[in-house]
C-alpha cells in the first residue's frame, strides 16, 4: 500500500469534511484501516485476474481476440473488470470480444431473473384489501376470523383436507417473518366443534373440526399469511377459528433474539463503534449475526464477547420494550437494524442499561432467561463482514454436553484424561510427525540403494544411456531423489523411473542430463509415457512429472522408452 496517499488522504477528509461529519475525525483510525483494506483487497483481486489471464493469453500473438467468455469469467468469477481486460489487451496488441461479453452477461441477468421468480408474491396483501391485528407479544392463542383463504395466489372461498394455502386472519399470535427472526409455526383449528353441514338427503352430519398447520408466517402487505396444509376438515371464510402458536419454540426463538441484542452490544463495546448489524437469523435452533468488522476476531476476542454477554444475563436486568417516535428512539441513542423499516411509532427494546435497540421481535422477559450463550463458529461472509453463530438455553447445554462427550472420548482414545488431553494430543501428533520422517527417510534411503543397483542396468543408445524401470514401493519423493542420483552416476542419459501406488494409481518421474536436454525433453517424454497408462504429465526439459490410472500398463510404457530416444536422435 502507498503510505504517503494513506497519511495525506485521511487528515485531508478530516480537515474538508470533519466540520459537517464530527465522525470522521472520531473514526480516523477507521477510515484509514478500512481504506487500507479495501486497496489490499483490490490488489489480490487484480493479481488473481492478472494469473487468469496470462494463463489463458500469455502466449498469445498481436491481433488474436480475446474471447467474451474470458472477459465474462474474469469479471464475474474473479471480480476483474472488464475495461481493465479491455487496457491489458490494448496495451499487447490483443482485440476484445466485447459483444461476446455482453451476450454472456445477458445470459447471467436471464438467469437471475429466472432464480428470483416466486409463485406466491407475499407484497401483495394490501391490494386483498386484509389487514391483521398481531397479538402475539401478550398472548400464545386467540380466537380469530379467516378473511381470506389463497391457493397459489388465488382467493378461494373454502379448502378441504389435504390442501396447501394461506390463511389470513383479523387478528393472529403467529409472528411473521421480520428482522432476523423466523415466522411462527403452530395450528388453527376450527372454534366450534358441534358444527354442521348438511347431508346429502337433507339431514345433517357433525363437521369434521378443522385444523390446519401452519408451518411459517410471512408478512403479505398488512396481513400475517399463515402458511401450511388443511390436515383435517373442511375450512372456509368467516369461520371462527383458534390460533394457536408452537410455545415452545417461540421460546426458544425469544432467547436467541434477545441474545441477538446482547451480542450486537458486546461486539461494538469490545471492537468499538464501527461495529453495525448487517444481517442476522434467529431460530429456535441457534442464532446468526452479522456485523460489520474488518478483520476475524481472535479466540482471546471471542472468548471476551461471550463472557461479557454471560454477564448480562447473569445480572439479569430486565428487558423492557416501549413505544415511542422513531425520531425520539434514536435521539436517545436506540440502534435501528440493518435492512428494516420502520413506521413512525416503533418498539424499543432495552436490556438494562447494556443494549437500546429498535426490535419489532418477541423477547424475553428479564436477561436471565437465556441461562446461557455460547459461540459456535466464527467467519467471513463478505469484504469487511464478520458473522458468528452461536447456541442460547438448553440448545447451548445440549451442544457443551457434546463436545464434552467428544472430549472425553478423545482424552480415552489417547490414555489421557480432559484435563492433559491437550498434551496428550500434542505428544501423539509429534510422535506422528517423528515417525513421517523417519518414513521418508527410509524411503530415501530405499530410492537411493534402488538407484545404485538400477544404475547398472541402463541402456546405451549412441553414447546416451537409457533406463525405464520400475520401483517398488517408492512414493513421488522417493523416485525424485532416485532419478537425481541416477542422473548424476550416469552423466549422460535420459531416465524414466515408474511406480505403483494403489490399484489405481501410478507415479511417473523423467530426468534428462543438461548435456541432451537439446535432443531429449522430459516433459515431452512424460507426456508419451503417462498417456499409455491412463494420464497426463509435463514438467521442463530436464525434469517431468505424471502419472496415470492403470498400473498393468506401466511396464510397456516404460518398454518403450528405449524407442523413444532412439526414434528422436539424429547422427553427429
Given at each position: ?18 466540520e ?5 475525525a ?13 486497496e ?6 487484480l493479481a ?7 494463463a ?23 471480480g ?17 470480444d ?8 445477458h445470459?447471467?441477468?436471464?438467469r437471475?431473473r429466472?432464480?428470483?421468480r416466486?409463485n406466491?408474491d ?17 398472548t ?22 389435504g ?33 354442521t353441514d348438511?347431508?346429502?338427503?337433507g ?25 401450511g396444509y388443511?390436515?383435517?376438515?373442511r ?6 377459528v ?10 426458544a426463538i425469544r ?7 446482547l ?40 472468548l471476551e ?5 454471560n454477564?448480562q444475563?447473569?445480572?439479569?436486568a430486565?428487558a423492557l ?5 422513531q425520531e425520539?428512539a434514536?435521539?436517545?441513542?436506540a ?5 428494516e ?7 424499543v ?11 419489532g ?28 453463530e452461536?447456541?442460547?438455553?438448553q440448545?447451548?447445554l ?15 482414545l489417547l ?7 491437550a ?20 524411503k530415501d534411503k ?17 553414447g ?12 513421488a519423493?522417493?523416485?525424485r531423489?532416485?532419478v537425481?542420483?541416477?542422473k ?6 535420459v ?17 534428462v ?11 515431452e517424454?512424460?507426456?508419451?509415457v ?5 494420464g ?37
Open positions: 500500500c502507498n503510505e504517503p496517499f494513506f497519511h495525506r488522504l485521511v487528515p485531508t477528509l478530516v480537515e474538508t469534511m470533519g459537517a461529519f464530527p465522525e470522521l472520531r473514526g480516523a483510525a477507521d477510515v484509514e484501516q478500512a481504506l487500507r483494506a479495501e489490499e483487497r483490490f490488489a489480490e483481486t488473481a485476474g492478472m494469473a487468469q489471464f496470462e489463458r493469453m500469455g502466449d498469445a500473438q498481436a491481433g488474436a481476440l480475446v474471447p467474451g467468455s474470458l472477459v465474462f469469467l474474469l469479471h464475474d468469477t474473479y476483474f473488470p472488464p475495461d481493465l481486460t479491455a487496457d491489458i489487451a490494448r496495451e499487447r496488441g490483443l482485440l476484445v466485447m459483444d461476446g461479453y455482453e451476450r454472456e452477461m445470459s447471467q441477468r436471464e437471475a429466472a432464480a428470483s416466486f406466491v407475499l407484497r401483495a396483501g394490501a391490494e386483498l384489501g386484509v389487514q391483521s391485528e398481531f397479538v402475539g407479544y401478550d400464545a392463542e386467540c380466537r380469530a376470523q379467516v378473511l381470506a383463504l389463497l391457493q397459489e395466489g388465488r382467493r378461494v372461498e373454502s379448502i378441504e383436507a390442501a396447501s394455502a394461506e390463511v389470513l386472519l383479523d387478528r393472529t399470535p403467529f409472528y411473521a417473518e421480520s428482522g432476523g427472526q423466523v415466522g411462527d409455526q403452530g395450528e388453527i383449528a376450527g372454534a366450534d366443534a358441534a358444527s348438511s347431508g346429502a338427503a339431514g345433517t352430519a357433525p363437521r369434521a373440526v378443522a385444523r390446519f398447520v401452519v408451518q411459517d408466517t410471512q408478512k403479505r402487505g398488512t396481513a400475517h399469511a399463515h402458511l388443511l390436515a383435517s376438515g375450512l372456509r371464510v368467516s369461520d371462527v383458534v390460533a394457536r402458536i408452537d410455545a415452545q419454540r417461540r421460546e432467547l436467541n433474539h434477545s441474545a441477538t441484542h451480542l450486537h452490544a458486546a461486539l461494538r463495546r469490545l471492537l468499538g463503534r464501527h461495529v453495525t448489524q448487517k444481517g442476522s437469523l434467529v431460530a429456535p435452533e441457534r442464532l446468526r449475526l452479522d456485523f460489520s468488522h474488518p478483520q476475524p476476531l481472535t479466540t482471546a476476542q471471542l464477547v461471550e463472557r461479557l454477554v454477564e444475563i447473569r445480572a439479569n430486565q420494550t416501549r413505544v415511542m417516535d425520539a434514536v435521539a436517545e441513542g440502534m435501528a437494524l440493518f435492512g423499516k420502520y413506521d413512525r411509532r416503533v418498539r427494546l432495552s436490556i438494562g442499561d447494556f443494549s437500546l435497540e429498535l426490535c421481535g418477541t423477547h424475553v422477559r428479564r436477561a436471565g432467561d437465556i441461562g446461557l450463550f455460547h459461540i459456535t463458529g466464527e467467519s467471513g461472509v463478505a469484504a469487511g463482514v464478520r458473522r458468528i452461536a447456541v442460547t438455553g440448545m447451548a445440549d451442544y457443551l454436553a457434546r463436545l464434552d462427550a467428544m472430549l472425553g472420548s478423545v482424552a480415552g490414555h489421557g484424561s480432559r484435563e492433559n488431553v498434551d496428550k494430543v500434542r505428544e501423539a501428533l509429534e510422535r506422528a510427525r517423528a515417525l513421517e520422517r523417519e518414513n521418508r527417510a527410509l530405499l530410492a537411493l540403494g534402488h538407484g545404485t543397483d538400477l544404475a547398472a542396468g541402463a541402456l546405451e543408445i549412441d546416451v544411456k537409457v533406463l525405464a524401470t520400475r520401483v517398488e514401493g517408492a512414493d519423493a522417493a523416485l531423489a532416485a537425481d542420483q541416477l548424476s552416476r550416469l552423466r549422460s542419459a531416465i524414466v523411473l515408474g511406480s505403483i501406488e494403489s490399484a489405481s494409481k501410478v507415479l511417473l518421474v523423467a530426468g542430463t543438461s548435456d541432451q536436454t537439446a535432443r531429449f525433453k522430459a516433459g517424454l512424460m507426456g508419451v503417462a498417456a499409455q497408462v491412463g497426463r504429465g509435463n514438467g521442463r526439459a530436464d525434469f517431468a512429472q505424471g502419472g496415470g490410472s492403470r498400473p498393468e500398463a506401466l511396464d510397456t510404457a516404460l518398454a518403450g522408452v528405449a524407442s523413444w530416444v532412439r526414434s528422436r536422435l539424429t547422427p553427429r
